[in-house]
């Protein structure tokens, strides 16, 4: 068994007297794509929250690569991002709203921003601004966002919203890609459907209780 990249250990988060999160213990190992379902309001966004440190639990911890998130580290180090609607700057196109994001770490230069605006199937040097951009486009762009500093770990709250079959399928293959060079995701889902056929390992939020579907990963050539 693979070293997992994430430790979720007996997380309880509460807001006031409700508890959104309820003991959770989960091990994710790297180099797989992990599925998350759970209807609207199950916990699955407030558990990929206190995993990139956007919330702190109430009980229970959280480790990424060994550190102890608001203890070692504030945030996981190495890490892509979508966590409900990408925000953007309505006024500016994809790669100038790229562009500025990768100014905020200068890890990457503008060659590697038009590369993930076109691994997701946009054209970088299309001027138009991102606030007439279809759902599916502003998903497509988040997305980029999300891989473009070519991150170890991703964590994908519900990315292929907005996103027709096609996208779907091109999304798809894209996180396959991913994950076969290495990388790991989280990625969740009120489409059990998509997750199942995507992802190596599937468990389900309900009522803040995480539930183990399959633990198995797939045989290779499921997905092709």
Excluded: W
């Excluded at 190992?29 to 929250?49: A, D, P, Y």
């Excluded at 790669?95 to 691994?119: M, P, S, T, Y």
């Amino acid at each position: 068994m693979s070293e997992p990249i994430i430790q979720v250990e007996h997380l309880t988060k509460t807001f006031g007297q409700d508890t959104v999160l309820n003991g959770v213990t989960r091990d994710f190992e790297r180099g797989k794509i992990h599925g998350v379902v759970g209807n609207n309001g199950s916990g699955k966004t407030v558990l990929f929250k206190c995993i990139c440190g956007f919330l702190q639990p109430t009980e229970g911890h959280v480790l990424v690569n060994g550190k102890q998130i608001g203890r070692d580290i504030d945030f996981p180090e190495d890490i892509g991002i979508i966590i409900e609607s990408p925000g953007f700057l309505p006024q500016f196109s994809g790669l100038k709203n790229l562009e500025i994001l990768a100014g905020l770490k200068r890890k990457i230069g503008l060659k590697q921003v038009a590369a993930a605006i076109r691994r997701v199937g946009l054209d970088p040097i299309a001027a138009k601004p991102v606030g007439k951009y279809s759902l599916g486009m502003r998903q497509r762009l988040g997305i980029a966002q999300a891989i473009m500093e070519e991150p170890s770990l991703m964590i994908l709250d519900e990315p292929l919203n907005g996103l027709d079959k096609y996208g779907v399928a091109e999304m798809r293959q894209l996180f396959q890609s991913l994950a076969r060079d290495g990388r790991t995701i989280l990625l969740a889902s009120h489409n059990i459907q998509d997750i199942e056929t995507l992802c190596d390992t599937v468990c389900e939020m309900d009522a803040g209780v995480m539930t183990m579907i399959r633990e198995t990963p797939l045989k290779e050539g499921v997905n092709a």
